[in-house]
DNA sequence: CTGAAAGCGCTTACAG
DNA sequence: CTGAAAGCGCTTACAG
């Protein structure tokens, strides 16, 4: 073991543990697996020569054996760049780097752009390197998902998956989409607002269906007409807010509301309004959703539609570590939260 | 090797492959690991066989016999959170896993921001489960980077470390920041600009240090006087370049330029003016530092200055594995480029 | 409850 | 150039 430029020490094994105790190298493997099977007398000398050798597992023979690495994928599969300009990206890879850190589970940091990338990625993965994937696709188009279940590699998507892997069982965790969007033109609603526009995320991506039917329900709940003209569909990037609002504006520049399927796009939202002379909240209020970092960074900050990214990711890594202990797959959703800042 | 829920089928051995190729498993190892000692027949056999069982190497058996991991942590230490907030932070870390998978090498991804955290990362390498690591963390007060070096650990940092590991000799990648300030300030100059202020970074960064210096340095290169009243400090944080703008205007009310050290704190500025009153650049020419995907975001378009992130990540890369190789620690300093867009 | 032994899949001197 | 053999550090039935 001993390598490295500046050499580090040669490591020390299980057998020096298992002489500094005085029992066999069996019984070290026992307390170092949960203790089954050992007296209280050998689990004490075991624990005792552990810590004065400062002997640390190597997982490289544990994984040998065992044929799991005790390791997860992080797999990013990002058809746009703009993927990683949305704070939400950050949110989800550093909360899941900890929910996994604090199982002793080092995240393995992948993305698949490229077709080359995809493949190379899954080959990786089907050799064992990983013992799961969390999966982070934006677009339904995406096929890694169906391709890492016919490998049968463990799988939590985030988000409910819309394409082939929607019939298929698959496990994913996702925010209550269609009913944080009912909140939120419910609240619009309720503040006064009668023509209440959209912008929409696409439609291939279970966010730009489902905030859109939330939409929609309550509408016609609160006994208004869907007008089309209301309704516009942007990519989830800031300059798309900034088209659909324009769009908005031109179409029906007597809304008076603004529901938008994400913060980011809802900067561009407010950035159209600001040139074209319209106060937010006073004159059109504004909706976004997801409350990334970006909401209270905007002008004025913004009311939003809170995403659970804590628990999400949180439940994605449980979700994973039981699948990969054999459960079955489960999906998981969970409710969102109205935060009111000062755009509406 | 079979495991998982839907039980992967069993891996295909080296065994498997010499006997497919009529070769001894000693051979088949050869070739896998640089084709040294070996017949073009062997070799040729060998690859067909290869090829039509698909097989792997299993690292962890490799592993476990050359000591190495073949595989690298990026770790941030984070005592922001706002660090993740940094689309800078992103760019990084993307391109170094792109620079690394490049290679075949996984990234695993660390994040120390507390003291239990950094033990237990600690741990994690010193026990040789990565081969080296590409430490990215903003302060100098930061321990890791000596607690690493001490522990022999191959490091390379991004950007120049300014604490005790300054006076070790430690490799790091860092963007010329004292030229990009010099570039910039001079730039302003020649746009007849004569009231030239500027928003450092916090004085334990070295962007915060250098660039404050390029700043000082060529405000007397052209003959201006260095006003102190010209001069405030932010954390990096757009928030911080809104107070930072805020205190520049009361005490320099003529100021014509402001030369800010990131560009999220020069969007903080442009808030600031808008606000004012101030037209950028008719009145005030804003200039950042990054150009990371804030600028082209920002109003108006942030003339700033590039650091070039894909060759930051490649050659922290390229170093930190000709460190893991067993070469000295080497210093590398990229030059910048002026980014010109509507700000100035 | 515990030790002795086999074996995970690979690399690497060592003879030829 | 190539095969046989030892061994990396661990886990896991198998006897006791």
Redo the contacts between chains.
Sequence with gaps: ????????RR?VTIHDVAREAGVSRGTVSRVLNGGHYVSPAAQAAVDAAIRRTGY??????R??IT???D?VA?LLTEPQERF??D?N???L??SC??AL?DR?I??????AGTEG?RR?NL??I????V?GVLLVSSHSGDPMADLLRE????VVACGKPLGTAARAKVSYVAADDRDGAREMVRYLYASGRRRIATVAGPADTPGGVERLAGYRETLTECGLPVDEALVAVGDYS??SGEAAAELLLERAPDLDAVFVASDLMAQGVL?VLARAGRRVPEDVAVGGFDDS?AAP?S?PPLTTIRQPWDRISAEMVRVLLA??A??DPAAVILPTELVRRESA
């Design positions: 073991m001993a390598h490295g430029p500046e050499g580090r490591s640390v597992v190597n997982r490289h023979a994984s040998l044929g799991r690495s390791s992080f990683f300009e704070p990206f950050n949110v890879l550093r780097t900890q850190a002793d080092p995240l393995i940091l992948m993305i990338e190379r080959r990786y089907q050799a064992g390197h013992d490998a049968g590699v463990p800031r300059a950035d970092p960074a002008r699948r990969i054999g459960e």
